[in-house]
């Protein structure tokens, strides 16, 4: 069993930056692809930035060259840094971990799941 706690989200202004993270429980963190998703109010949840055990990132088109993921596995920890945020990136963010993933960009494809943290950009 993983649990996953995200922090981070907040109200920022258009152009701001701000800093995800999500902690697991659990001493296999390292073994988990982890991702990020995110449920805009009205819409369904969409793929965001993913990273495999081994460290090979994956973007959302619509974020790439804004938002950086990364993970420190000694702190079982990952992380979303996002950058240049724009209105439509409001949304509730939700961390997930997946130990077999045939393709990260999936939610399906998850095993564990956060409980979101909001992030609200205004213009």
């Known amino acids: 069993q993983v649990q996953l706690v995200e922090s981070g989200g907040g109200l920022v202004q258009a152009g701001g930056s701000l800093r995800l993270s999500c902690a697991a429980s659990?001493?296999?963190?390292?073994?988990?692809?982890m991702g990020w998703f995110r449920q805009a109010p009205g819409k369904e949840r969409e793929f965001v930035a993913a990273i495999s055990s081994g460290g090979r990132t994956y973007y959302a088109d619509s974020v790439k060259g804004r938002f950086t993921i990364s993970r420190d596995n000694a702190k079982n920890t990952v992380y979303l840094q996002m950058n240049s945020l724009k209105p439509e990136d409001t949304a509730v963010y939700y961390c997930?971990?997946?130990?077999?993933?045939?393709?990260?960009?999936?939610?399906?494809?998850?095993?564990?799941w956060g409980q979101g943290t909001q992030v609200t950009v205004s213009s």
């Open positions: 997930a971990a997946a130990l077999a993933a045939y393709s990260v960009i999936y939610s399906g494809e998850y095993d564990y």
């Open positions: 659990g001493r296999t963190f390292s073994s988990y692809a």
